[in-house]
């Protein structure tokens, strides 16, 4: 089975639900379990315009809008160095093969 992001994202709605997320977060006093949601239904609703009334532009919107969460989260973790790269140093290894600290 083969997938191709390309074919079911779509960039410009994945940059609106991104900025549409990060203002909810930042100036609304929303609680931030609900903005998943509202950016899906965004989402669903910018590719129903875009595509018209199918499903395939419904899913594809609906999958844009998730995506720009998975990747604020990216962001964020980044920034705040939480994604850390494996330090080998530190470690020795036994016989085996477990990692001891």
């Known amino acids: 089975m083969n997938i191709d992001f390309e074919t079911y994202l779509i960039p410009i709605i994945t940059v609106g639900c991104m900025c549409v997320g990060f203002v909810m977060k930042k100036w609304l006093p929303t609680d931030d379990k609900w903005i998943p949601t509202v950016l899906l239904v965004l ?7 875009l595509f018209g009334f199918q499903y395939e ?5 609906m999958l ?3 995506a720009s969460v998975g990747l ?6 980044f920034a705040k160095n ?3 790269p494996l330090d080998i140093e530190g470690m020795e290894y036994i016989e085996d093969g477990e990692v001891d600290e």
């Open 43 to 49: 989402g669903a609703a910018s590719g129903a315009i």
């Open 57 to 61: 532009g419904i899913v594809k919107g």
């Open 64 to 66: 844009s809008g998730l």
């Open 72 to 77: 604020h989260q990216v962001f964020y973790q």
């Open 82 to 84: 939480k994604i850390v």
